[in-house]
């Protein structure tokens, strides 16, 4: 698996629907992380190939997307993105958290097995 583009339209129906919903309904079956990234962002650029290695990894467990800020520009203002590389993480049961800055792969696979697998595993 890899991670997967993710336009407005895709994330309102594979993530939330921000449009008819006010209160935060995870639409997905496994727990997610969404990069909100652009083509020019250096950090970005180191950052992506760390996500398609988890997402290989974590097969099956989660979900890892990416949005695109400058083609997803309402996406990105609804969601506050201010810096990129930025990383929602969604749990399946609890409230989803941002997070500005590019992350190493240990940082990043202790949020996915402390944060976002071990809150499923409950």
């Known amino acids: 698996m890899a991670t997967t583009l993710l336009s407005t339209e895709d994330f309102k129906k594979r993530v939330f629907d ?3 919903k006010t209160e935060w309904e995870f639409a997905g079956d496994k727990p997610a992380i969404i ?3 652009a083509d020019w962002c250096g950090p970005c650029k180191m950052v992506a190939p760390i ?5 290989t990894e974590f097969e ?3 979900d890892i997307f ?3 800020t400058e083609a997803e520009q309402e996406l990105s203002a609804v969601f506050g993105i201010r810096s990129i590389p930025s990383m ?3 749990p399946l049961n609890d409230t989803p958290k941002m997070q500005a ?3 190493p792969k240990n940082a990043l696979k202790e949020i996915i097995e402390k944060e976002l697998l071990a809150a499923t595993a409950e």
């Open 18 to 20: 921000y449009t008819t």
């Open 35 to 37: 990069d909100f990234y």
């Open 51 to 55: 996500l398609e290695e988890l997402s």
């Open 60 to 62: 099956g467990k989660i």
């Open 66 to 68: 990416k949005v695109d």
């Open 88 to 90: 929602l993480f969604i």
């Open 101 to 103: 800055g590019a992350l």
